[in-house]
């Protein structure tokens, strides 16, 4: 890369970094504006790939943080003592020392809610960039930058029902319910809100459901036209965030029995839509498909 493009993209927001002048353009500036280090080199892969994103991010941010890349092959002193091992290693520093971290050429959704994280948002950033973020990593399949969105929110506004509920279905969805509880304490106990009951719901299916579903797949197989065995792996679908093959089993039972065990299947469903949010796909074209069969 050269120096003189990154310079002049960036203005005085992006720099190359030297082991020289570390203590001035990393330390003593921190304590007055947030500072990323980059550590890459020019034969890095990955870190050709994350450089172009962190500035655009960098950039983006208008003055709220600084980017200082220092380029390993040619100065290695500071990413030993920050104990280096694999590039590309990205430091956020703050008065005067560091405060957080993260290895590899993460998504940019990631990078954005890392900077977020580190100026407490942004001029532009506000809960509505910050959950489109959210948004956009969880398209990507990105759970880890959606809950660094999300956490960045909750920084801003720490009873926000909408980032509780969000963080939340971040770490069910990433099989750690026990957390997902106590962030789901942190909201005020009179929160009215849709996300928040979807997600409320869906910690509860995911606290019933067993660890390992083979035993109940294999008493259906066993027995197809167990009602109980089905409806019982059903829930432990839903409890695994498998929403849609648990609404196939309750259908499969509805459709057979549609008062089977006093409508049980049909609540056990009206519990899965509200796990699965009531605006959603699966929520929308489940009623859809519920009304039909009641209504046949």
Known sequence: MII?????????????????GFMADVV?????????VDFWAPWCGPCRQLGPVLERAVTAAKGAVKLVKINTEEHNAYAGQLRVQSIPAVFAFKDGRPVDAFLGAVPESQVKAFIAKLTGGTPQGDLDELFAMASEAIKAGDLAGAAQAYAAALQKDAKNVKAIAGLARCYLEGGDAVRAEEVLAMAPEDAKDGDLDSARAALRLAQEAPDDLAPLKAAIDKAPGDH????AYARGLAGHGKHKEAMEELFAIIEKDRDWNDGEARS?????????G???????????RLSSILYS
Do not use: C, W
């Open 268 to 276: 056990s469903l009206l519990d899965l839509f509200e796990a699965a």
């Open 228 to 231: 109980a065995a089905r409806a």
């Open 278 to 288: 009531m605006t959603s796909d699966l929520t929308r074209n489940g009623r859809r």
């Open 28 to 36: 003593e500036m921190s304590k007055t504006t947030p500072v990323i």
């Open 4 to 20: 003189g493009e990154t310079q002049a993209s960036g203005g005085d927001l992006i720099k190359e970094g030297t082991d020289a």
